[in-house]
Each structure stands twice: as structure tokens, then as C-alpha cells.
């Protein structure tokens, strides 16, 4: 059975910095892409940084030079660094291992909640 279990979130200030972990279990992490999304308040789910198993990485534009997507395959786990936060950087963060289409593949966990306020 495939579990997914995100960590890290919290509230922070704008300008400030968090690192988010997803640990992976049920799945040969090593040969699995893995993707970071988040859903705001009133809005679907977007994917914002993708890591392939071969270790290269994707950004959207909202997150481009402010968010860092890695890996650690002996942990089986996958981490978003998030620095120079905003304010619409506050939601949900979920992970997932994705195919190739950037589609998830497994169900989701629970999410950790990133909250960017003064």
C-alpha cells in the first residue's frame, strides 16, 4: 500500500523560509518521478516543482528562483525548500509520484499546510 506523508508546514512570515519533506513508502521511490502541488483556499490543486529519478527539476513561474525540489532515494523521501514566501504562497502542499505526463499516480495524503502571514 502506497503512503505518502507530507511535513514541514507551518506559519510563517513573508520573506521566510520553510522546507517541506514528502516520505514515500509502498513505492521503488528511486525510479519514480516525484512531483510538489499545493491548492489554495477556493482553488484546484496546481503542480509547482517536479524532480525526475535522474535528479532534474522543473519550476512554474510562480515558484522560479524561490523554490527548490531534491531528493534523498536512501530516505525514500522527496523536499521542497520554499524561500522568499508570499503571501499567495499559502496553501496545502501535497507530493506525489507522477508519470510521465506529469499526472499523479497515487492516491493523496494529507497535506501540510504552509501559511504566509504578518
Known amino acids: 500500500q502506497v503512503q505518502l506523508v507530507e511535513s514541514g508546514g507551518g506559519l510563517v512570515e513573508p520573506g521566510g523560509s520553510l522546507r517541506l519533506s514528502c516520505a514515500a513508502s509502498g513505492i521503488i521511490f528511486s525510479i519514480v518521478s516525484m512531483g510538489w502541488y499545493r491548492q489554495a483556499p477556493g482553488k484546484g490543486r496546481e503542480l509547482v516543482a517536479t524532480?525526475?529519478?535522474?535528479?532534474?527539476?522543473n519550476y512554474a513561474d510562480s515558484v522560479k528562483g524561490r523554490f527548490i525540489i531534491s531528493r534523498d532515494n536512501a530516505k525514500n523521501t522527496a523536499y521542497l525548500q520554499t524561500n522568499s514566501l508570499l503571501p499567495e504562497d499559502t496553501a496545502v502542499y501535497y507530493c506525489?509520484?507522477?508519470?510521465?505526463?506529469?499526472?499523479?499516480?497515487?492516491?493523496w495524503g494529507q497535506g501540510t499546510q504552509v501559511t504566509v502571514s504578518s
Open positions: 506525489n509520484a507522477i508519470n510521465s505526463y506529469t499526472a499523479p499516480l497515487y492516491s
Open positions: 524532480i525526475s529519478r535522474g535528479g532534474s527539476t
